[in-house]
């Protein structure tokens, strides 16, 4: 199955926000943050196999396959639900896009391009309130071996006994240039859900999202009560959520990993089974071996070939054979 991320990533001079009516308070909107909490500022787009719409070319300004026009339509890129969203919200306060900058200390980021892992580290102060601290790391990736397989985790550690609420969220908003199919909670998995869409103007054409959750300490966790995400902010249909209270103590790592399968119909006879089947068997596998096979693919990768630096002989490595 072909699949590409794409990570637009803004630049402080061209990020604009809507124009306020009372002075705009300072948030961490302008900054480059992980894709996983506050994927609408770093905006990770996922094109699975078939994922193109069929349009007119009158609404077309660039064109991706000109001998296409002859035919009556152009082929542009639809893309699916924002998977590697999972939120945190404690002391009545919620770390997303809207954050105040002020209540992040030690903000980092790196994007490996040894791994492809984008790594997020940051110390939060909810509600400003530096003795209710809590120190968060997420870690983001599409695995290189299992195409359909997409995984976040997040590391979580408070200053003081508090108990917190997850949000796990399939986010349709990010679905561009499609038509809501179906979505529901499985019946058979504690934390699944999943959720459907196709390209427009193609009936035959379906793309599914499955998201499956796994604990460091399931003791901590209150599955029994389960219920869709008070943080959402959209309508969009395709758009599913789950949240839950998790019991932290003060000093001590609570980890949750979010095992995402997807895939499409120009791939796979039955997609839907497939990106259930698939987080599923991440999670089963687990997130350590899982990602010791994501990066073995990785340095398979670098070990098959050559970096080139045209017009820069200096910086050319030496070859690798």
Same mark, same amino acid.
């Given at each position: ?13 061209? *990020? ?65 639900? *924002? ?18 900058? $002020? ?45 359909? #397989? ?30 809501? #199919? ?26 599914? $999202? ?112």
């Amino acid at each position: 199955m072909c699949r590409r991320v794409w990570l637009q990533i803004p630049k402080p001079g061209n *990020v604009r926000a809507r124009e306020p009516r009372r002075k705009p308070r300072p948030t961490i909107r302008g900054r480059i943050h992980t894709f996983t909490a506050v994927c609408a500022l770093l905006r990770q787009v996922l094109d699975v196999a078939g994922t193109f719409h069929r349009q007119t070319s009158s609404n077309v300004s660039v064109r991706n396959f000109p001998e296409l026009l002859k035919r009556g339509g152009e082929s542009v890129i639809s893309t699916v639900p *924002v998977w590697s969203t999972l939120l945190m919200s404690a002391y009545g306060d919620t770390f997303n896009v809207n954050c105040r900058a $002020e209540n992040v200390r030690g903000y980092a980021q790196s994007l490996s391009l040894k791994d492809g892992v984008v790594r997020t580290e940051l110390e939060w102060h909810p509600n400003g309130n530096e003795s209710q601290a809590i120190w968060l790391a997420y870690e983001v990736s599409a695995h290189r071996a299992i195409p359909p #397989l997409a995984m976040v985790k997040l590391d979580v550690v408070a200053r003081q006994d508090t108990k917190i609420t997850l949000s796990d969220i399939l986010d349709g908003a990010g679905s561009l240039r499609t038509i809501f #199919l179906e979505k529901n909670y499985s019946s058979s998995d504690g934390t699944g859900m999943w959720t459907g869409v196709r390209p427009y103007g193609l009936r035959n054409v379906r793309a599914y $999202e499955y998201s499956h959750l796994e604990f460091s300490d399931t003791d901590a966790v209150n599955l029994t009560g389960l219920r869709p995400s008070g943080v959402v902010n959209n309508k969009n249909p395709a758009t599913i959520s789950q949240e839950f209270d998790v019991t932290l103590e003060a000093g001590k790592m609570f980890t949750t990993y979010k095992f995402v399968g997807i895939a499409s119909s120009d791939a796979y006879k039955d997609p839907k089974r497939v990106a259930a089947c698939t987080a599923r068997i991440g999670a089963t596998i687990g997130y350590r071996l899982a990602m010791a096979d994501h990066r073995l693919e990785w340095h398979k990768l670098w070990e098959s070939g050559d970096i080139v630096f045209p017009g820069d002989v200096e910086l050319h490595p030496e070859p690798s054979c």
